[in-house]
Nanobody
Framework: QVQLVESGGGLVQPGGSLRLSCVAS????????MGWYRQAPGKQRELVAV???????NYVDSVKGRFTISRDNVKSMVLLQMNSLKVEDTAIYYC?????????????WGQGTQVTVSS
């Protein structure tokens, strides 16, 4: 069983920075795709950034050039560096680990960490 624990959220002014961390415990390995999702009030959860087991990286258009995802497989950790934060980045951010095997997928989620961007 995989457990994910996020940290690093908080309140920041527009233009500021935060770094989110997600530490995985259990049977996590470099074969997992790791991602960050977010959900704002009244909106659906959306993918923010993903780094695959092959180290391919994708971002949602709204965060390109501002956010950077990285992973440390030795520490079973994935990071999300968020710069130039905007009010519209306010949301609960969730860490995700996904394992795919012959067409089947297993998703694991953290409990979420609140990011609030406000002046």
């Amino acid at each position: 069983q995989v457990q994910l624990v996020e940290s690093g959220g908080g309140l920041v002014q527009p233009g500021g920075s935060l770094r989110l961390s997600c530490v995985a415990s259990g049977s996590i390995s470099s074969r997992y795709d790791m991602g960050w999702y977010r959900q704002a009030p009244g909106k659906q959860r959306e993918l923010v950034a993903v780094i695959t087991s092959g180290d391919n990286i994708n971002y949602v258009d709204s965060v390109k050039g501002r956010f950077t995802i990285s992973r440390d497989n030795v520490k079973s950790m994935v990071l999300l560096q968020m710069n130039s934060l905007k009010v519209e980045d306010t949301a609960i951010y969730y860490c995700n680990a996904r394992y795919s095997w012959f067409g089947s997928t297993w998703d694991y989620w953290g409990q979420g960490t609140q990011v609030t961007v406000s002046s």
